[in-house]
């Protein structure tokens, strides 16, 4: 997995001082080891045994929402080794991984690995590797999708083992993590807020659960992870689950729901695979969920869990091959008193325009309901259309933040409140075991230049659910969505033996102020790093190690800080 950069914070602009020679030092030594590990790897591959040392092991329960194997299933997917199907509703059931299967054995991982199968009707049993991880940062907290875990700075680890069974239309995968951060001492943004200090974002310290430390000690939880219980029934799929949702078709950067926060527990009714309506196709998938927070929220405990409900729809349109359009609702409020009723329920099938959702006069005026002023919603549009007779996919979402006031707000002011994402992938086959992989992606989700006269707070935010939009204290969507954005551009080699994975991202974690009436204009906080990563096939053992150089402009509006992060982790196949 590659770790992706946190954000979070905020401050004054002070004058920017040198880089310290311990920690440039670092960063001379990450920039001679990259380019290193790049050559080391793939020639470690070439000489590791051959994947079919252990033959195709079956994958049933392990294609998780942003791991390893969805990843190269979606690779597969572009370069018409699978069938087209919706990639914007995950995760995936085994139903779904059934039919995303390749359709031959020409492809590199076709003698490790075994997609969909086994006997129609037969019970089935399947025991996940045991995955063990470390992840290190010499100066700050750095990583990200990576579900439940945490990587402050010192050392993190990480251990998580899992089952999977099937019987005709009921599946039940258990698939828990426990991990412990040293989470060592480094310099905050801010001061804190009084009874939290010095802990709390210091941007909305009242307006979101997003720590930048949790606490001064070692940090460690056990969390269900990726487990889920469910059904499919002719068209219609339910269960229950703790495992994280994505939304939308970006691969480095989901808006709405991605794998950077815990998943939380939640029921779920959608089609257990896209109907067929003539016109087109249509997947979807509704929930209702209980969302907890961290131990450092700007909240009393009697508000601390949340209500969460929404839905996600992918439409494929008849002739039109590859293509898939969609949108998506969340909303969070309140856990209502007495439980969810009727109205929570059908909350994701409300009006699209506040206007409509004033009812309730004060005074002679009329405002908007208390209902409507305590929940937020978060909603987005996004397209997908993959090319596969040319190896190539194209992808795009646009969210926003709150409801629109009127239709004529939104064609006024569209880019009011909004964050967008932009991404490609082009896959070529030197040869049917070898694939070759480019993909970029970029996120925006600064201010625009309507914050000069129109007040823009940031995505994820909210005045009234103070939580935002988080779960145990991390960001349900992408980290560099609250204020900022990000690049990313990525180069993937499959061969039989791994994969081998180099990398350049650029992150904004903040600019605060620049579009100020006052004339303020504070300098921003910019991240680049480079990176590479390699995962090795060798026997019933899956190794993947990554070394990553991160530069840190101005953090927290203040000095330069350099980091060095480095990961391992180790697959064994009982």
Do not use: C
Request: glycine letters at 12%; hydrophobic letters at 40%.
């Amino acid at each position: 997995m590659i770790f992706r950069p946190s954000n979070g914070g905020s401050g004054h602009m002070t004058p920017r001082l040198p880089l310290r020679w311990a920690s440039a030092a670092r960063l001379r030594r990450a920039a001679l080891a990259l380019p290193l590990l790049l050559v080391a790897l793939p020639a470690a591959a070439q000489t590791a045994g051959p994947a079919e040392d252990v033959g195709p092991v079956q994958t049933l329960g392990e294609v998780y929402p942003g791991g390893e194997l969805e990843g190269y299933l979606r690779m597969l997917q572009v370069a018409g080794k699978s069938r087209a199907y919706p990639w914007s509703v995950r995760g995936f059931s085994p139903g779904d991984v059934d039919r995303l299967a390749p359709r031959d054995s020409l492809h590199p991982w076709a003698g490790r690995y075994a997609f969909g199968g086994g006997e129609p009707g037969e019970p089935q049993l399947h025991v996940h590797p045991v995955r063990t991880r470390a992840v290190f940062n010499s100066a700050f907290p750095y990583g990200g999708n990576d579900g439940a875990v945490w990587a402050g700075k010192g050392l993190t680890t990480a251990v998580e083992a899992g089952v999977t069974a099937r019987w005709r239309w009921l599946s039940l995968t258990l698939a828990p993590v426990a991990f412990r951060a040293e989470n060592s001492e480094f310099t905050l943004d801010g001061e804190g807020t009084a009874g939290l200090a010095p802990y709390v974002d210091a941007r909305h310290p009242n307006q979101i659960d997003l720590p930048q430390r949790f606490g001064d000690g070692a940090y460690a939880r056990i969390d269900l992870g990726q487990s889920t219980l469910r059904a499919d029934v002719g068209p219609a799929a339910v269960g229950i689950s703790t495992a994280n949702q994505v939304w939308g078709p970006a691969f480095d950067y989901p808006i709405m729901q991605g794998t950077n926060a815990p998943g939380f527990v939640h029921g779920f009714l959608g089609t257990s695979r896209p109907l067929n309506l003539w016109v087109g196709r249509v997947h979807g998938r509704a929930f209702w969920g209980r969302l907890e927070e961290s131990g450092f929220a700007p909240t009393a405990a009697d508000s601390a869990v949340r209500f969460g409900t929404g839905l996600v729809v992918a439409f494929s349109p008849r002739g039109v091959p590859g293509l898939e359009l969609g949108f998506s609702r969340f909303f969070h409020m309140p856990w209502p008193e007495g439980g969810p009723g009727g109205e929570e329920i059908f909350k994701p099938l409300e009006t699209f325009f506040k206007v409509n959702l004033y009812n309730v006069i004060v005074d002679g005026d009329t405002i908007e309901s208390a209902e409507s002023v305590v929940a937020n919603q978060l909603a987005a549009l996004f397209g997908r259309w993959t090319f596969p007779e040319s190896g190539l996919e194209l992808y795009g979402e646009l969210a926003s933040e709150d409801h629109r006031h009127n239709l004529r707000d939104w064609l006024l002011e569209p880019d009011h409140a909004t964050t967008y994402s932009l991404g490609f992938r082009k896959v070529w086959m030197r040869d049917e075991r070898r694939f070759w992989s480019l993909r970029g992606e970029l996120l925006n989700g600064q201010a625009s230049h309507l914050a000069r006269t129109r007040r823009q707070d940031p995505f994820y935010i909210h005045a009234h659910t103070r939580q935002g939009h988080t779960s145990r204290g991390q960001l349900l969507g992408s980290p560099e969505a609250y204020g900022g954005a990000a690049t990313t551009l990525a180069a993937d080699y499959y061969h039989p033996a791994g994969r081998v994975t180099g990398f350049w991202k650029r992150a904004v974690r903040q600019e605060q102020g620049r579009f100020l009436s006052t004339g303020v204009v504070e300098t921003p906080d910019v991240m680049q790093s480079l990176g590479a990563e390699a995962l090795l096939f060798r026997g019933r053992w899956e190794l993947v190690g990554g070394l990553e150089g991160v530069y840190d402009f101005n953090r927290n509006f203040d000095s330069d800080v350099a980091n060095l992060s480095a990961s391992f982790g180790v697959r064994a196949r009982l």
